[in-house]
């Protein structure tokens, strides 16, 4: 009986020790804390860098699916209304678009401009014709705000994160 409760332990130990999360260092001065089962940082858990703190080597990052969220800019766009979709950033400046308008799926990608880590372009095209284009700017690796501009005349600003 014994044995078997030792056994018991040892897996369990074994099983969170190699459950790996990381705490990786933002761009912000923060600690995020990841679990590579989660598809991005766990709310409310970053703490603040203590001061000097040396930076360990990070593993590799893991994509994060961001909302993104498209409010009318002229009257073209006020017809449809709001529209909602996601991006998935992939952490290494390039990212997977997707969004539904007007009984379309728009699907495409995000692309991070060559010098500035910031700034991005976005493009995505929908079976039935639709297509957009999108610059932004994201202010972290979870936010960011741009313009959008639809092929039937509709502009948009869109806010991306959560």
Request: hydrophobic share 35%.
């Amino acid at each position: 009986m014994k044995t078997q409760k030792r056994i018991a332990a040892a897996l369990t130990v074994s099983a969170v020790a190699l459950s790996g999360c990381y705490i990786v260092p933002q761009a912000d001065g923060q600690y995020g804390i990841y679990i590579p089962s989660h598809p991005g940082p766990l709310p409310n858990r970053s703490v603040a860098a203590p001061a000097a703190a040396p930076v360990a080597a990070a593993g590799p990052a893991v994509p994060t699916v961001l909302d993104a969220r498209f409010y009318p800019l002229n009257d073209a766009a006020k017809q449809t209304g709001m529209v909602s979709g996601s991006v998935t950033n992939m952490m290494g400046g390039k990212g997977r678009f997707q969004l539904q308008y007007r009984g379309d799926v728009l699907s495409g990608e995000a692309t991070r401009v060559s010098g500035d880590e910031r700034k991005g372009v976005a493009s995505a095209y929908g079976l039935n014709g639709s297509f957009m284009s999108c610059e932004y700017q994201m202010s972290s690796p979870y936010q960011g705000a741009g313009i959008c501009n639809f092929s039937d005349g509709a502009r948009y600003q869109v806010h991306l994160g959560k």
